[in-house]
T-cell receptor
Framework: GAVVSQHPSWVICKSGTSVKIECRSLDFQATTMFWYRQFPKQSLMLMATSNEGSKATYEQGVEKDKFLINHASLTLSTLTVTSAHPEDSSFYIC??????????FGQGTRLTVV | GQSLEQPSEVTAVEGAIVQINCTYQTSGFYGLSWYQQHDGGAPTFLSYNALDGLEETGRFSSFLSRSDSYGYLLLQELQMKDSASYFCAVSARNGAGSYQLTFGKGTKLSVIP
C-alpha cells in the first residue's frame, strides 16, 4: 500500500501560538490529500480537502482562517493551526487516496494546547 | 450526504469468528472500505470493495451488497491483538472530482481469552 508520512507525531504548544503539521506521500504523487480530526473515542471527522496547486475545500463548521492548509507540491500538504487554544487539542490525521479510492493515513499528530 | 451505521461494540472470544456489519446511505457511491485503529494510533487500511461479493485478505474478509447498501467485515481466528476499533467508510466523488471518504462511528472489538 501507499506510504504517507506525517510529522510531528505529537506536539505540545502554548495557547495563542501556531503549530504546523506536515503530511508527505512518500511513494506516489497525491493531487488530493485529506485532513481529519479525531476526538477521543469518536470517529474521524473530515476537516478539509487539500488540492495541489489550489485552495483547500473546507467542511462546514471548520474555520479556514484558523486551520490553514497549503498543498504546494504533489507530495506535501501542511496544516497550520493558528492561535491554538485548548479546545483545539485533538488527534489530527492526514490521508491520501489510493488508486481504488481507499485511504492511506499518516501516523497522526496528537496536539495538546496548554 | 452520507451516513453509515455500525455497531458500537462487539466482544468475541479468541480463536472465534466475528462479523461487523455496516449499512450506509450515500449518493455517488464508489466503494466501501474498512480500517483498523488501535488506541492511540492512526487508522490502517484493511480492505476495499467496489463490487458485490467477498474480498479475502488473510484472516480478514469484507463483503459488499450494493443493492442492499450493506457490507460487513469478517475476522477469523481472532487474536488478542485484533482488539481495536474498526471503521467502515464509503467513498464517493466530491464536487472537485476526487474521492472523499465518510467514516462510520466505529465498532470497538474486544477479544477475550
Amino acid at each position: 500500500g501507499a506510504v504517507v508520512s506525517q510529522h510531528p507525531s505529537w506536539v505540545i504548544c502554548k495557547s495563542g501560538t501556531s503549530v504546523k503539521i506536515e503530511c508527505r506521500s512518500l511513494d506516489f504523487q497525491a493531487t488530493t490529500m485529506f485532513w481529519y480530526r479525531q476526538f477521543p473515542k469518536q470517529s474521524l471527522m473530515l476537516m478539509a480537502t487539500s488540492n495541489e496547486g489550489s485552495k483547500a475545500t473546507y467542511e462546514q463548521g471548520v474555520e479556514k482562517d484558523k486551520f490553514l492548509i497549503n498543498h504546494a507540491s504533489l507530495t506535501l500538504s501542511t496544516l497550520t493551526v493558528t492561535s491554538a487554544h485548548p479546545e483545539d487539542s485533538s488527534f489530527y490525521i492526514c490521508s491520501a487516496s489510493g488508486l481504488r479510492a481507499e485511504a492511506f493515513f499518516g501516523q497522526g499528530t496528537r496536539l495538546t494546547v496548554v | 450526504g452520507q451516513s453509515l451505521e455500525q455497531p458500537s461494540e462487539v466482544t468475541a472470544v479468541e480463536g472465534a469468528i466475528v462479523q461487523i456489519n455496516c449499512t450506509y446511505q450515500t449518493s455517488g457511491f464508489y466503494g466501501l472500505s474498512w480500517y483498523q485503529q488501535h488506541d492511540g494510533g492512526a487508522p490502517t487500511f484493511l480492505s476495499y470493495n467496489a463490487l458485490d461479493g467477498l474480498e479475502e485478505t488473510g484472516r480478514f474478509s469484507s463483503f459488499l451488497s450494493r443493492s442492499d447498501s450493506y457490507g460487513y467485515l469478517l475476522l477469523q481466528e481472532l487474536q488478542m491483538k485484533d482488539s481495536a476499533s474498526y471503521f467502515c467508510a464509503v467513498s464517493a466523488r466530491n464536487g472537485a472530482g476526487s474521492y472523499q471518504l465518510t467514516f462510520g462511528k466505529g465498532t470497538k472489538l474486544s477479544v477475550i481469552p
